[in-house]
DNA sequence: ATGGTCGTTTGACGA
């Protein structure tokens, strides 16, 4: 299986670039976060030219996720599968596609350590963790990406001292990080990849991605069972690069891939 | 080491 996460920040500005990169790398599955449209503007139909299913939770402008599997759809939720309160921002979508649960999320930026979002961040992530365990085991096939928002160590920021006192990396956001590998996923990138500085994001701004400044914060955590299939896991940096008038997403696709 | 950039939109705001 091939699985891909990949923040498009807007499908409508992004789609051309989709298409391609699902022409030339063929995922069974793909991920996506901040698609930025309501569901009845989700190019389903584009996208089942081209051989896949899709389930897509959005609301518009902000946020939105989508799962694109080749190997089927099924049990498709969009929000929490808690049964709790609606998230008023569409920021998860669960599928299980090919016998593995998929779940794409876009967990919430934060802003600054001091801001009310921050916190909303740190109860998105103990929902996330409360419903992973109660849809799935660690003994099933799952895989929980997306656009986490936190860079899990320090190998994964271009400067640890800035980010300090920043959100990201902070003490708070990294011990859900670990509360999730501590129920049983692993980041499966991070297993194949000891070096630091192999980002997935970089700042539009300044020139930070010709300048190597970016973050690692685009993860796939995978069961043990999913872990020990992965054979290759990579970032396309080069969907990170284009012209001004097909310009990139500030995010590159993060791809797992394995036997079967 | 910061922002000077993007995308939503048509004035800011979010990332």
Known sequence: MRIVTWNVNSLNARLGRVERWLQTFEPDVLCLQETKLADDAF????FEALGYETF??????????????????ENPIGGFGDGGNP????????????GVRVASCYV??????????????LRWLDRLAADLDGQCTPADDVVVCGDFNIAPDDR?????????TETHA??????KIQTLLDWGLVDVFREHH????????????????????????????????????????????????GP?????????????????
């Open 156 to 164: 994964d920021v271009y400067d640890p001292a800035k980010f300090a």
């Open 194 to 241: 000891d070096d630091g500085g192999l980002y997935s994001w970089w700042d539009y701004r300044g020139g930070n991605f010709h300048k190597k400044l970016g973050m690692r914060i685009d993860l796939l955590l995978t069961t043990r069972s999913v872990a020990d299939r992965v054979a290759v896991t990579l970032v396309d940096r080069n969907e990170r690069k």
């Open 244 to 260: 001004k008038d097909d310009p990139p997403s500030d995010h590159a696709p993060v791809l797992i891939d394995g036997t079967r």
């Open 87 to 98: 998230d008023p921002d569409a920021r998860i979508a669960w599928a299980t596609c090919g």
């Open 56 to 73: 897509h939770h959005g609301q518009g402008q902000w946020n939105g996720v989508a799962i694109l599997s080749r190997v089927g759809i």
């Open 170 to 175: 902070s003490a708070a956001e990294r011990e």
């Open 108 to 121: 919430p930026n934060g802003r600054s350590l001091d801001h009310e979002h921050y916190q909303y961040k």
């Open 43 to 46: 190019p389903a139909l584009t």
